[in-house]
């Protein structure tokens, strides 16, 4: 990568952050000039249901709460119809990754607006990149229009989100910024904003695992994530988000446990072909150089997060099967790679090994 030389594109897309700024939500649907609103709220998320509509006020037209992960195409499809019939021109989701991947696809076939409020960590609403789930495999593409034109970050919203979702979906987060560290499309903005991303979930992560009420560290992990998002969403998903795609889409797996399983064991991998982007993550997560890999494995351990994919109720004899697909799904990596080498790091994290340091 140049520092100076390389594009950046800047998105259309507004965000903004603070205890309570969910109380907007009127102003912003006004501001899009949107007259029909369609709610999309995830069940986790459904306390919030009365309070979510009350601020959107005579302009819903529906509330659609059946929300499942990775967006199964028949799903997506009842979806679609239900907005057909409401006439709606704006989509507002609520809840998780799984809550703004539904409104990315009805953005993508009606090509309407999102206002997005997320309560996860996931960093969705910050990415163009939509999936859709058919016949055991994820399928994965990239549309302007589904990328949330607003997003509001309320860590009021985020309290109650349950620790084990909380953990898994941070880790999900950083796997979105360390990834783009070295992702195709990677420039030096956007990994100042990844950097930015893994100093603020790697201080945060600690304070709410121990004090899920403390809203300032809350508001913290959720800025980190949205960081994350915006690195993502500014590169691609490479090696490790394939492999976990393949998890998720062909083996059900939850998507954030298999990213916190996945993600040191895939840096561990590419480590010895990264010095200087190892360099960079090791004064991010303030840990030694050759000892990334390990110490993501660590704070995994630290933060209560999922560490084998053997717990997530994979089978030693899937791991073959995984390697396979993925192997065929990554397009580049910084180092070579083919489904043997894939199948060998699947071992290490099916067996929830810490991974070596790189010296
Ligand atoms: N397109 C992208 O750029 C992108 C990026 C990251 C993730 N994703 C997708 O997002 C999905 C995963 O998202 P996720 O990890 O947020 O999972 P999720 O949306 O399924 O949410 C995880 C759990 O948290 C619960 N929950 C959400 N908000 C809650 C709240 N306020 N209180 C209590 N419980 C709450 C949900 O009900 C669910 O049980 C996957 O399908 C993944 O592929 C897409």
């Not at 000039?33 to 959107?56: C, W």
């Not at 904003?193 to 508001?219: D, H, Q, T, Y």
């Not at 660590?298 to 791991?319: I, T, Y």
């Not at 065929?328 to 080498?341: G, K, L, M, Q, Y």
């Amino acid at each position: 990568m140049s520092a100076t030389s390389f594009t950046y594109v800047q998105r259309n897309r507004k965000m903004v952050f603070g205890p309570g700024v969910r109380n907007t939500l009127g102003a912003e649907v006004s501001e899009l000039n949107a007259q029909k609103v369609f709610l999309i709220i995830d069940g986790g998320a459904i306390a919030l249901r009365k309070s979510i509509e009350d601020l959107v006020g005579n302009k819903l037209v529906s509330t659609w709460t059946d929300v499942k992960q990775h967006v199964p195409v028949e799903l997506a499809e009842s979806a679609r119809s239900a907005v057909t019939n409401s006439s709606a021109d704006l989509v507002v989701c609520v809840g998780g990754g799984s809550s703004t991947g539904l409104a990315k696809a009805i953005a993508l076939s009606h090509r309407i607006p999102i206002i997005a409020i997320p309560t996860t960590y996931a960093g969705s609403e910050q990415t163009t990149i939509y999936g859709l789930t058919g016949d055991r495999h994820k399928q994965t593409g990239s549309d302007a229009i589904v990328l949330p034109r607003v997003s509001l970050y309320d860590a009021e919203l985020t309290v109650d989100l349950p620790i084990s979702v909380t953990g898994a979906s941070a880790f999900n987060a950083l796997a979105h910024s360390v990834e783009s560290l070295y992702a195709t499309g990677c420039n030096p903005i956007t990994t100042a904003i990844a950097l930015e991303g893994i100093r603020a979930i790697n201080l945060s992560l600690p304070l709410v695992m121990s004090s899920p009420k403390n809203i300032e560290a809350r508001a913290q992990l959720l800025y980190g994530a949205a960081m994350s998002g915006i690195s993502l969403g500014d590169t691609s998903a490479g090696f490790h988000h394939k492999i976990c795609h393949v998890l998720g889409g062909a083996f059900g797996l939850v998507h954030a446990d298999a990213h916190s399983v996945v993600l040191p064991h895939a840096v561990a991998f590419n480590a010895p072909v990264l010095p200087f982007e190892m360099n960079q993550l090791a004064h991010a997560l303030d840990c030694r150089q050759d000892d990334v890999a390990g110490s993501l494995w660590d704070l995994a351990k630290r933060s209560g997060v999922p560490s084998s994919l053997a717990q997530l109720g994979l089978h030693r004899e899937n791991l073959a099967e995984v390697a396979t697909r993925a192997a065929a799904e990554i397009r580049t990596n910084p180092r070579n790679f083919d489904a043997a080498s894939i199948e060998l790091l699947l071992q290490g994290a099916f067996d929830g090994v810490r991974p070596l340091a790189t010296n």
